[in-house]
């Protein structure tokens, strides 16, 4: 099994709370039996973000997805893809509006 994760804060390194990556080892992946080297997300630190992206998107290319769990969020947004945003199959920079990031802030407290 081959787990990959949505989205990344730019700037976050994986080890910070407020980072996606830390929550989603944290409060999932610890949890489950899935093997460390097939573990993909996001590299929020990344020198190119684009490259970053299209390496991402090679990734997934390679493996299918056979379950898919994600977040909706009180906008109704799906993995930070915002209500509104084109659906592309690729991976994307992309800024969010202030209230989802704000929100994701106040749950990442939560932890």
Known sequence: ???????????????????????????????????????????GLAADLQAACAEYDRLLDEHSVDLGIVGVGSNGHIGFNEPGTPLVPASVLQLHPFLTVILDKKAAKLL
């Not at 081959?2 to 730019?10: K, P, V």
Request: charged share 25%; proline share 9%.
């Open 1 to 43: 099994m081959y787990a990959f994760t949505l989205d990344e804060y730019i700037g976050l390194p994986p080890d910070d709370p407020r980072s996606v990556s830390y929550r989603i080892r944290h409060q999932l992946l610890h949890h489950v039996n899935v093997r460390s080297d097939h573990i993909h997300m996001p590299d």
